[in-house]
Every structure is written in C-alpha cells, then in structure tokens.
C-alpha cells in the first residue's frame, strides 16, 4: 500500500541523504556511524513526514542526526566510566611460562564482541536486567549470549 508521502519522502530521502552522512563525518563519526546516524535521522523524519512542514523537513532530519551523535557520544562515555571504575576489580590472568594470555587469552578467542561484553558484566556482579538495559539488548539476547559464551568455553575445556 503507498502512500502519498512516499513518492516526496523517497525524493527527499535521495538528496539528502548523502549530506546527512557528510554532517555526520565532518562530527568525527566514522563511515558507519555517521550513515547509522543518518537513516535513524531518516526514520523518525519519515515517521513524523505528514505532520511536519515541508520546510521544516531538512532541518528536523539534521537536527535528528545531531542529537543521534550526542546519544552515541553520551553512551560511549557512560561506557568509558564504567570500564575505568570495574576494571580494577577485574582480574586478569597474566602470561604464564608457556607465553600464553591464560583465561583473558581463551575469551577472546572463544567469544563474540557480544557474548565477552556480557560475561564480563555478568563478572562484574550485574543482573540479567541490568546488562540488558545498559547493552539496550532484551533480557533473553542476554541469556542467549551467556549460554552460548558458557558453551563456547565448555567446548574449549573438552576438545
């Protein structure tokens, strides 16, 4: 089913899309990030089109990109926080006389990006419900990962 705001939107879409990403780079986002940024931008705008004047439209998609950077900025710090105040309280294994990691040298070979930063919350004392709310994850992508991490590490011990 079309609409009649498709046809303007995908035209909109097209010319501003690239400039959008453009803003993002020239904020010190990566190529990812600043096209991330973008098409959220793009989402929330097609989401409001109808209700938004036409003038209004590019600049409520470039204050959209903007505000989308500061919430990448403000969880990367939150994130950077938090690291420096558990990572004291995390011990790591150090290199033992056969020249290997140990225990920080097998997660991260054996684990995904996702599973090692939950079982590291997990290690660090937070519950289900708190890693998913800071990882914006559901609650059973969490036990998903610390079942597969558990599995991964098993294996690892077996074979």
């Known amino acids: 089913m079309t609409t009649e705001r498709e046809p303007d939107f995908e035209a909109f879409y097209r010319s501003r899309f690239a400039g959008l990403v453009a803003s993002g780079l020239a904020r010190g986002l990566n190529r990812q990030e600043a096209e991330d940024d973008a098409q959220d931008a793009m989402v929330h705008l097609y989401q409001n089109w109808a209700a938004l004047h036409p003038r209004a439209r590019g600049r409520y998609a470039r204050t959209a990109t903007v505000h989308n950077t500061v919430d990448r900025f ?3 710090t939150r994130w950077r926080k938090w690291i420096a105040e558990v990572a004291p309280r995390v011990r790591v294994a150090e290199e033992d006389s ?8 097998l997660l991260r070979r054996r684990l995904t990006g996702p599973q090692l930063k939950v079982m590291f919350l997990l290690y660090a004392g937070l519950s289900v419900a708190d890693i998913a709310g800071y990882l914006e994850l559901s609650p059973s992508t969490v036990r998903s990962h610390v079942h597969n991490a558990r599995k991964a590490l098993k294996e690892d011990d077996h074979g």
């Open 74 to 76: 403000r969880r990367a």
């Open 98 to 105: 056969s020249g290997h990691a140990g225990a920080l040298d």
